[in-house]
């Protein structure tokens, strides 16, 4: 199965680009491919859209000083963290495809996200101590936090890149729900 590497934004931001026909492994429920990456691109193209729109909509250039900025940097990463909170619960639910190694394809993809919710919520962490004293501190620690948060994401999509199902490629070449997915 083809997946899409999660993808780093600006240095201050996240945004989580795609995942293209993968998905879940909380519910132990077998079903078909048609079924599971249905599943899964329904949880994962809101997720993709509304990251990627936040994303889009941080612009740390018209605020007026760092202050300003640690907040939109913060309410940025808590609306990823609640995004990824609801695309996980989604995952979790869609099921194992009925394929070869279907279970170790679901699981890895729930991994994936699990992964990304634990480092989005240690982003957060180090956006609660951006220093707001000078421009200057706050654009370096800002800098330097999306920096780790890239590389993160870096890390979390290479673990995706070795999965393979023919039969859910071919699933979800024909699912509607997935044909947005990494265009955003």
């Known amino acids: 199965m083809h997946l899409r590497k999660l993808a780093g934004a600006p240095a201050t931001a996240l945004a989580i680009a ?9 519910s132990s429920s077998s079903v ?6 249905k599943s899964i691109c329904t949880a994962v193209t809101p997720f993709e859209a509304d990251v990627v729109k936040r994303s889009d909509e941080l612009n740390l250039t018209t605020l007026a000083n760092a202050e300003q900025g640690k907040k939109a940097i913060q309410g ?4 990823v963290s609640d995004d990824t909170d609801r695309a996980l619960s989604k995952l979790k639910g869609a099921g194992t495809p009925n394929v070869s190694n279907g279970k170790q394809l679901a699981d890895t993809v729930v991994s ?10 240690h982003a957060l962490a180090q956006a609660e101590a951006l220093p707001t004293s000078s421009p200057e501190a706050f654009k370096t620690a800002a800098t330097h936090l999306g920096t780790t948060v890239r590389t993160s994401m870096s890390g ?9 199902s023919p039969e859910l490629e071919k699933a979800a070449a024909k699912e509607p729900a997935c044909t947005s997915l990494g265009a955003a």
Do not use: E, N, R
């Open 32 to 37: 078909t491919p048609a079924a599971y990456v």
């Open 76 to 79: 940025f990463l808590s609306a």
């Open 112 to 121: 994936a996200f699990t992964q990304l919710k634990a480092a989005v919520g």
């Open 156 to 164: 979390i999509g290479s673990s995706l890149d070795k999965l393979k």
């Open 18 to 26: 795609a995942l293209a026909g993968c998905g879940s492994s909380g």
